[in-house]
């Protein structure tokens, strides 16, 4: 149940905290309006660009930053000089030490994610919500192939991979794919990922290329030889468990699902993998949330939990009963954000009213969401930060690979706009119409007034799995309610709302 002390707000930010909000809300803003110049802008690109070995001078300069002895011209000792002076000034303002600075910049993948950003703001300028000039991650449906038949599926999973699934040398192209396109992070889910068997093989060429590498998994073949396997590759494992015996086993479609999952569970935790559980919340186990949080923590010992969002699709779409009500949504995301607050442990959610809730409740920190997978969890200690990191994700820091190649905005949003047996991700990420219209967070039905519409914006998916519509409402949001009551009490004089009219990308 949820607790009561769960459902009040923080006492307050003391006045220190919030004198230190305000001059860090300053600036971000000085930030903004200096990258909004066009001669820091041109100067940016300068930086961002690539020397005559395709080597990004940015890169070069965060190395040589960090001490490393990297051979680099005239052009590069420039743009060294720029970069240290702005590390240098940024880290001061900030109040973070040099050494740490260095320290983090040492990884690749920490130096991959700042190229990312600049990089985008180089192309596509300071826009609210941020576009990052390629995905940050992409979460990978590896496989059709599934050991369970949950009710919730996305992909409707079953006993059979997909025939034109990619074969392991396209998978290995399209890490190197990816890898050029500037990706930071990719999550392998499905399906169940670990039935293919090429998983440690691609998934561990793509650790090679220095990619964070991340694994959405039922968990219930964890046994302990393959969690050690899973160590040797993974960065992080998600693990889905969606209540206690009764409701996961009727949710998965099989019995003895739960039992092995959370023996999968404690083997990772066992083999020190950073370890989440996955639930998502539907009306069969809303009530069942807080203690299964607390059985994760006290008897399986991971130390992080994200809800996801029930979505309209695949299998998903004939359930649409379970979702809860927006009242039930926001309570929820109260709790977590409360629990975390109170504890060691992390509570995420893909719910982008997440950060709604996050913002009104203490004002600080403010914890956005952008994967479906959870591989990366940005937090915005402003709320002009919390501006740019903004909410859902879909096309504008993450799209979804499908088995056979198809380019996805979203895992939960199937519609198809590219494929990597074609077509380079870059250029798709640059130029599909879909993934501009998702970039708009003003053209949003219900969300487009809204004060929240960059720090939040609504799921898109959920949208079009309602609506047909990815400009549809959220009506997952207590904002929104006149469009959930509709599509839970149609009157004959009011219909459940069509969008396919109106502007934005209708179901074909
Ligand atoms: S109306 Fe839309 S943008 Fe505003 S809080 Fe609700 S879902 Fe988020
Ligand atoms: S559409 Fe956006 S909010 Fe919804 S699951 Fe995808 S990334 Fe998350």
């Known amino acids: 149940m949820f607790g009561r002390e769960h459902q009040t707000g923080l006492q307050g930010v003391s006045s220190t905290s919030k004198r230190k909000l305000r001059r860090e809300e300053a600036v971000v803003e000085g930030v903004k309006r200096w990258l909004g110049n066009p001669i820091s802008k041109l100067t940016l690109r300068l930086i961002c660009s690539r020397d005559k070995h395709g080597e990004n001078r940015l890169d070069i300069a965060l190395r040589r930053y960090t001490g490393e002895d990297v051979p680099c011209n005239i052009w590069d000792r420039f743009t060294s000089f720029l970069v240290s002076l702005t590390l240098e000034k940024g880290s001061s303002i900030f109040g973070y ?26 192309r596509y300028g300071v826009r609210r919500p ?13 496989t059709t192939l599934c050991n369970l038949r949950c009710r ?45 068997k090429d998983i440690f093989e691609v998934a561990g060429y793509a650790k090679s290329k220095g990619f ?14 393959v969690a050690r396997k899973v160590k040797e590759v993974f960065d992080y494992v998600e693990i889905s468990l969606d209540g206690f015996e ?11 699902a739960w039992r092995r999952t959370c023996e999968g569970i404690r083997n990772c935790v066992a083999e020190g993998i950073d370890t989440c559980v996955a639930v998502t ?16 923590e006290k008897e399986l010992g991971v130390h992080r939990v994200i809800v996801f969002n029930y979505v309209p699709v695949g ?53 956005t969401h952008f994967a479906s997978s959870g591989t990366m969890r940005l937090q915005g200690r402003t709320k002009a930060l919390a501006d740019f990191i903004g909410g859902c994700g879909a096309g504008r820091l993450y799209c979804g690979l499908e088995p056979n190649g198809d380019i996805v905005p979203c895992v939960f949003m199937p519609i198809v706009i590219g494929n ?48 047909g519509n990815v400009l549809a409402p959220d009506p997952a949001c207590i904002h929104n309610l006149e469009y959930w009551h509709q599509l839970r009490h149609p009157t004959p004089t009011a219909k459940a709302p069509s969008y396919s009219g109106d502007a934005g990308r209708a179901a074909t």
């Open 130 to 142: 941020f576009v990052s000039a390629a995905p940050f991650l992409v979460v990978w449906n590896y």
């Open 420 to 467: 990597v047996r074609r077509d380079r991700l870059q250029d798709v990420w640059h130029s599909s119409e879909l993934l501009w219209e998702l970039r708009n967070r003003d053209e949003i039905k219900g969300c487009g007034d809204c004060e929240y519409r960059y720090i939040c914006g609504g799921c898109r998916a959920r949208a079009y799995g309602y609506f």
């Open 281 to 296: 919340a539907t009306r069969y186990n809303f009530e069942e949330i807080p203690k299964l949080i607390e059985f994760a």
């Open 97 to 122: 030490s040099t050494g740490d600075l260095k320290k983090s910049l040492r990884d690749e993948i920490v130096r991959r994610g700042i190229i990312n950003v600049l990089e985008g703001i180089a």
């Open 315 to 367: 299998r998903g779409k004939d359930m649409v009963e379970a979702d809860i009500s927006p009242q039930e949504r926001q309570k929820l995301l109260k709790y977590l954000y409360m629990r975390m607050m109170g504890s060691r442990m992390m509570c995420y959610s893909t719910a982008p009213q997440y950060s709604v809730v996050s913002l009104e409740l203490a004002g600080s920190p403010v914890v």
């Open 152 to 196: 919730h599926c996305y992909l409707r999973a079953g006993s059979k991979p997909a025939e034109d699934e990619l074969t392991t040398e396209e998978a290995k192209k399209v890490v190197d794919d990816l890898a050029s396109a500037g990706v930071v992070a990719i999550a392998f889910s499905g399906g169940e990922p670990l039935l293919r």
């Open 246 to 256: 009764e409701t996961h086993d009727q949710f998965r479609g099989v019995r003895g």
């Open 212 to 225: 964070y590498v991340s694994l959405a998994t039922n968990g219930a073949t964890i046994i302990p030889e």
